[in-house]
């Protein structure tokens, strides 16, 4: 074989290599300081209750894949009882909230455009993976107008022992302020 031709074989095997690689997501982990859940007012202990486990959000993954939009939510215990997940999306044309709630066995699961209300999102999907403490909200990318890039923010709200406690994966604890958004793009190629 020719130099020539070697270098031509490389080159076609390399761009057939290229063409069948998997999209490769963008993404972001976010820790957060276990033990800095606020009270919202809510409950016999107003605003200063002592931490809770269930809404501690201790880290989020925020992913921007090919087809997906997904956020991964680590508390400190996802035990039994009522709570709910806020992920809010900011994209090249809206903001979006993610939103799964559980009270009394029932479930309420959707996606939001801020200024419009709920949008139709078939493949919204919510997993609780209790092994490891984790949520999964994960929406089409579809579902938000197929977006360019993604910034994502998330605030847990659960109650336990009669008292509502709240976490903001950005900050310490959250109590009734507005979700904070991180501020780096995530591209989905």
């Known amino acids: 074989m020719t130099v020539r031709t070697l270098a031509a074989t490389a080159l076609a095997a390399t761009t ?31 605003l200063n209750p002592p931490p809770a486990k269930r809404a501690d959000v201790v880290r989020t993954v925020g992913e921007h894949e090919d087809r997906r939009v997904t956020l991964r939510v680590t508390v400190a215990d996802l035990g039994p009882g009522a709570y709910q997940v806020q992920g809010r999306v ?10 799964a ?13 801020d200024d419009v209300g709920p949008v139709m999102c078939d493949g919204y999907e919510v997993l609780l993976q209790p092994r490891r403490d984790t949520m999964v909200l994960s929406a089409p990318r579809t579902c938000l ?9 998330v605030r847990t709200t659960a109650t336990e022992d009669g008292i509502t406690r709240a976490d903001d994966a950005r900050r310490d604890g959250n109590g009734n302020q507005p979700v904070r958004i991180g501020q780096r793009r995530l591209r989905h190629n």
Do not use: H, I
């Open 101 to 113: 709630n559980r009270s009394g066995g029932v479930r309420e699961d959707y996606v939001s455009q």
């Open 90 to 99: 900011v994209t090249d044309e809206a903001t979006y909230t993610f939103v």
């Open 145 to 153: 107008s197929l977006p360019t890039w993604v910034r994502f923010g």
């Open 16 to 46: 057939v290599l290229a063409l069948a690689a998997p999209a490769v997501a963008d993404s972001e982990t976010v820790a957060d300081r276990r033990g800095d859940t606020v009270g919202t007012g809510m409950g016999p202990r107003g």
